[in-house]
């Protein structure tokens, strides 16, 4: 079972302040698959299995699965860019 860690509070500021508005959202599914979402940011979940963005699609990615949010890498994905600009230039 993977260990959840929490995001620091600074990350966290910033999807609240993007709630409402349609973002550029990147991060892994849950078969660790790259995704990309242009959705409007409904809410955040905190639950007794973690904390959790919630989509207007009604999709919830955990939050330790974000890999950027509009180019602003998210912790442990801060090199994430690098990787991407060299698999699309293959």
Do not use: H
Request: glycine share 4%.
């Amino acid at each position: 079972m993977e260990t959840y860690q929490t995001l620091a509070p600074a990350y966290v500021e910033l999807l609240q302040k993007a709630i409402g508005n349609k973002n550029r959202l990147e991060y892994f599914n849950e078969y660790r698959e790259y995704k990309l979402a242009d959705s409007p940011l409904k809410q955040l979940i905190t639950n007794e299995k973690g904390e959790f963005l919630e989509l207007a699609t009604g999709q919830t990615i955990p939050l330790n699965q974000i890999i950027s949010l509009n180019s602003i890498f998210f912790p442990g994905y801060e090199d994430y860019q690098e990787v991407l600009s060299v698999r699309c230039s293959r």
